[in-house]
């Protein structure tokens, strides 16, 4: 990183903020790039949720569950619970219920990565990429998918793919494209006026899935980038200890404060992907609405 006595607060910073990539980014929106610190940490933690998921279904009995049984059988039936309010199709809640499931504790783990020290799986790394004889002040490593924009688009895109997928099955590709030039403003007998009306609803239809799967993905990453950075900012003040009377002062602080944003964000972290997952769940359930 920098200078003689080490990184500058704003390098520090810089360092714990950039991803691992294939190559930088040429342009603002670069499709060529990959952050394979965010392809890795999310397929990391999906594996572990359906290896979770798997192993309480595995070990289910009939008789008293034991804490991780019933903890997995809560989520599931709260979960069912909460598509049924939604999602009237059962057909559908087949398919929808596990997925929302699957949504909810995949993007809680991901969020929970945030809790890890800043500096301790980028350290790892940056030991391992060393010892391979490469330069160490690339070594650069973020461990919190769901402060990606990229990730958290990714997934609101593929919601948005799968309400897509369930609006035409529902309603057949007539039917939806028929609801897609007449709602919300209806339409009319006169032609000239069906066809302004025609254009302007699908205008609006546009507008609202863009938008829907826009903020979606946004608030989700705007609330995990905010708490990945006041953890940096935190852990900077450790990072300033000194046998001062200051220095012993924010080595206090760095403990006091980071226990007490720590149990903060816990709750932020599952707030997050019960609203991500909830969200999810109302926007397939419009799909299967018809106006």
């Known amino acids: 990183m920098a200078a003689e006595n080490g990184p500058t607060s704003g390098e520090y910073i810089i360092h714990h903020l950039t991803h691992l990539q294939n190559h930088k980014a040429s342009n603002v929106v670069d499709f060529s790039v990959f952050n394979f610190d965010s392809i890795f940490f999310s397929i990391a933690t999906g594996v572990l949720v359906c290896w979770l998921l798997w192993l309480g279904a595995r070990k289910a009995t009939s008789g008293v569950p034991g804490r991780f049984q019933g903890a997995v059988e809560f989520l599931v039936e709260y979960v069912d619970s909460?598509?049924?309010?939604?999602?009237?199709?059962?057909?559908s809640r087949k398919l929808v219920a596990p997925l929302a499931l699957v949504v909810f504790v995949w993007i809680l783990l991901m969020n929970a990565m945030d809790l890890l020290p800043v500096d301790l799986l980028p350290a790892i790394w940056h030991w391992i990429y060393?010892?391979?004889?490469?330069?160490?002040?690339h070594a650069y490593l973020r461990v919190v998918p769901t402060a990606d924009l990229s990730m958290t688009m990714g997934l609101s895109v593929g919601v948005l793919v799968t309400c897509l997928i369930y609006n035409i099955k529902i309603k057949g590709m007539g039917g939806w494209a028929h609801e897609l030039v007449t709602a919300p403003f209806g339409t009319s007998k006169n032609p000239v006026f069906a066809l302004l009306l025609g254009v302007v609803n699908l205008g609006m239809q546009l507008i609202e899935f863009v938008a829907k799967t826009v903020s979606h993905g946004m608030r989700l990453f705007g609330n995990m980038y905010a708490g990945e950075l006041i953890f940096l900012l935190i852990a900077m003040m450790g990072g300033a200890w000194t046998l001062s009377f200051t220095g012993v002062g924010l080595a206090i602080g760095h403990i006091i404060?980071?226990?007490?944003?720590?149990?903060?964000?816990l709750i932020i972290i599952t707030l997050q992907a019960f609203v991500f997952m909830m969200l999810a769940l109302v926007y397939l359930g419009q799909a299967h609405d018809s106006h």
């Open 82 to 91: 909460q598509a049924k309010g939604i999602v009237h199709n059962a057909h």
């Open 257 to 265: 404060a980071g226990t007490i944003w720590a149990g903060f964000h």
């Open 130 to 137: 060393g010892a391979t004889g490469r330069d160490p002040e």
